[in-house]
């Protein structure tokens, strides 16, 4: 079974240009999960989908930052303008439903380098 | 808000030797407990878990109890190999918390022969 796939796994970027994440999460799961590492820091929570719809998104830093999940499969996260601030990782996960026994599948992130 | 300290690292250790990581953590009600692992090119992997007080989670060798009198959550592991060379996350969720995790800074590790 494919686990959780994102895209591209590095991105290299000018200040003000703008970025596209992608992540397609394990078939059948509803539950999509967007995290961030800025290096150095935690692993900090952006977002949540449940299917197509947005549960959860207080974690996201601003308005620069655009999740969508179209028909509830793959997400994107797009960034525009990028800022120097926004490099970092990016996390995708995902679960097939939310409580405590759920696994929680992570990819292998996107190094996002804003120059 | 919830959150989570760990020790910062590198921790550089010998084959066989003994590790501990420690982690403690603020948060409201009762949460669960889990570490994470990410091995160098891939993504995160759940190590343990814990989810009430004086529960043990273990795997690989690896062992961590949930400890509500001194809210922490240490990782050991009795003799550590090359292989367990990674970056560790301590983590926890809080109750009705969906999977937002709130997880620590991270701690590296590695081991040499």
């Known amino acids: 079974e494919a686990g959780v796939t994102q895209f591209p796994s590095h991105s290299v970027i000018e200040k003000g240009q703008t970025v596209t994440l992608r992540c397609d999460p394990i078939s059948g799961h509803d539950n999509l999960y967007w995290y961030r590492r800025v290096m150095g820091k935690e692993i900090k929570f952006l977002l949540h989908?449940?299917?197509?719809?947005?549960?959860?998104e207080s974690g996201m830093p601003n308005n620069r930052f655009l999740a969508e999940r179209t028909g509830g499969t793959y997400s994107t996260l797009k960034v525009q303008p990028a800022e120097l601030e926004d490099s970092g990782v990016y996390f995708c996960?995902?679960?097939?439903?939310?409580?405590?026994?759920?696994?929680?599948?992570f990819g292998s992130g996107t190094q996002l380098s804003v120059l | 808000g919830d959150s989570v300290t760990q020790m910062e690292g590198p921790v550089t250790l010998s084959e066989e030797a003994f590790l501990t990581i420690n982690c403690t953590y603020t948060a409201t009600g009762y949460p669960s407990l889990f570490w994470y692992v990410q091995y160098p090119g891939e993504g995160l992997q759940l190590l343990l878990k814990a989810t009430k007080a004086d529960d043990k989670g273990s795997n690989k060798g690896f062992e961590a109890t949930y400890r509500k009198e001194t809210t922490s959550f240490h990782l050991e592991k009795g003799s550590v190999q090359v292989s367990d060379s990674a970056v560790y996350f301590c983590?926890?969720?809080?109750?009705?918390?969906?999977?937002?995790?709130?997880f620590g800074i991270g701690t590296k590790l590695q081991v040499i022969p």
């Open positions: 996960a995902s679960s097939q439903g939310t409580t405590v026994n759920e696994k929680l599948f």
């Open positions: 983590a926890l969720r809080s109750p009705g918390g969906y999977q937002k995790v709130t």
């Open positions: 989908f449940v299917k197509e719809s947005k549960q959860d």
